[in-house]
């Protein structure tokens, strides 16, 4: 029997001035929603506020058994958390790509919104050109861009998360206009403000439907750049949306990276090329950011090179004069002056490393602009990084793997040339 679709939410806020969680509930959270400042792929990030009130379905805070604590609170203050960003051992000046509330709150809530330009004027009055980076689906007006461009170093892109969703038991802001509204808004105010319009997650039977691509393209036609991606598949945020009647494809095939078929990344990139914009479109966070500012990638994805046919001849060429194998004595500088410790073997395109952990792995990524891979986390020839469903590895990559499992103890035990 059908569950009926509820009617809209009235979208609350939150307030706007945030309290403090109290050390008793902070020591009650999930480790990882305690840590203020973490390492992702997109960048190092700050997250001293925690809490949301736009209910989407299939949130990341399912994950950490936060999803149900829906008003933005402080875990500290402003100025301890921006000490915290700035003196963590990965952040490097003008290179470390940062990222500011993306883990638990939308940095343009009411409350949220005055911390967020607290941090940005803090890094620019220090002269700090780094990419920041900040997804939010929420309310930019005028004023805000008035704000953001008044910024004179720090290099801010907006992600709108956008996907063309329209059921509100899985997105409570599908029914209103506040997305779109914001995205034409920062187009028009921006100038050295990026805008991209992150278009995720796309799901088969959500809004993979053409007319719901056709609209978010035509909505995007207006951005720098168009960033698409699919979606977190676990546990936590299915048993969720089927408790609201949500239908959720993929089964219970549940993984720690985002779901996205390849037959669905051809789709979306036919309905890219048959829409008619001149907006481009990337299939990683790091590349669309890196166009939009007219510098190499980041994360170094020329050395998955099946990524990139897509990208733009000149942003090709960019990241290809970029793209530099590090010798080991390289590889080991960058080691010792992170502080870790790890065996490793430098291959085609990318390093193997083990048992660092996905976090150091980004800082040294983002130190070198290349890919630092995971021996027991292997990426696969067009899976691009995502699960493996819908991408059955051949006989050929396991026994490519199997050799380099082989190879891996016996290269880290001898100094080769440099």
């Known amino acids: 029997m059908s569950v009926p679709i509820r009617p809209p939410v009235q979208l609350a806020a939150g307030p706007k001035h945030l309290q403090h969680l109290s050390a008793e509930q902070i020591a009650a959270l999930d480790p990882y929603m305690a840590q203020i400042v973490t390492y992702r792929k997109s960048g190092l990030s700050l997250n001293h506020i925690i809490g949301c009130p736009l209910d989407c379905g299939y949130c990341v805070r399912h994950f950490w058994g936060d999803f149900e604590h829906k008003v933005p609170h402080l875990l500290c203050t402003t100025d ?17 790509p940062i990222q500011i509330f993306n883990k638990a709150t939308d940095p343009f809530l009411p409350g949220v919104k005055p911390h967020l330009f607290q941090v940005l004027r803090a890094l620019d009055e220090c002269s700090l050109d780094n990419l920041v980076l900040i997804i939010t689906r929420f309310k930019v007006t005028e004023q805000d861009m008035a704000v953001l461009e008044q910024l004179q170093h720090v290099r801010v892109t907006l992600l709108f998360t956008y996907s063309g969703i329209s059921d509100p ?31 995720r997650p796309i799901v088969p039977g959500w809004n993979d439907q053409s007319e719901t691509m056709g609209h978010v393209l035509t909505v995007g036609a207006q951005t720098d750049a168009i960033v698409f991606t699919g ?13 609201i009647g949500v239908t959720v494809p993929y089964a219970d095939e549940f993984n720690r990276r985002k779901v996205l078929p390849g037959e669905l990344d051809a789709t979306i990139i036919t309905a890219w090329h048959e829409s008619g914009i001149t907006t481009p479109l990337f299939r990683k ?12 990638d980041y994360n170094g994805h020329w050395g998955v090179r099946e990524l990139c046919d897509i990208c733009p001849k000149a942003q090709q060429d960019l990241c290809a004069d970029d793209h530099r194998q590090p010798t080991r004595g390289e590889f080991d500088t960058v080691l010792a002056g992170l502080g870790y410790t790890t065996d490793f073997l430098i291959d085609d ?5 083990h048992g660092l952990g996905e976090q150091r792995r980004y800082a040294i990524q983002h130190t070198l602009r290349y890919q630092i891979w995971e021996l ?21 990559q396991q026994q490519q793997l199997t050799e380099i499992r082989t190879r ?3 290269a880290t035990r001898f100094d080769e040339e440099d």
């Open 80 to 96: 301890e958390a921006i000490e915290l960003l700035v003196t963590h051992e990965g952040f490097r000046p003008s290179s470390t």
């Open 169 to 199: 038991r899985i997105e409570p802001i599908a029914k209103s206009s506040i997305t779109t509204t914001s995205i034409a808004t920062a187009c028009a105010h921006k100038k050295r403000t990026k805008v991209v319009l992150y278009w």
């Open 231 to 243: 979606y977190y598949h676990k546990a936590e945020n299915a048993d969720y949306l089927r408790g």
């Open 285 to 296: 966070t790091s590349c669309g950011v890196s166009f939009a500012h007219t510098v190499p």
């Open 349 to 353: 395109g990318h390093v193997w490393t």
């Open 376 to 396: 027991d986390q292997p990426h696969l020839l067009h899976a691009h990084g995502r699960s493996l469903i819908g991408y059955p590895p051949s006989g050929d």
């Open 408 to 410: 891996f103890p016996q």
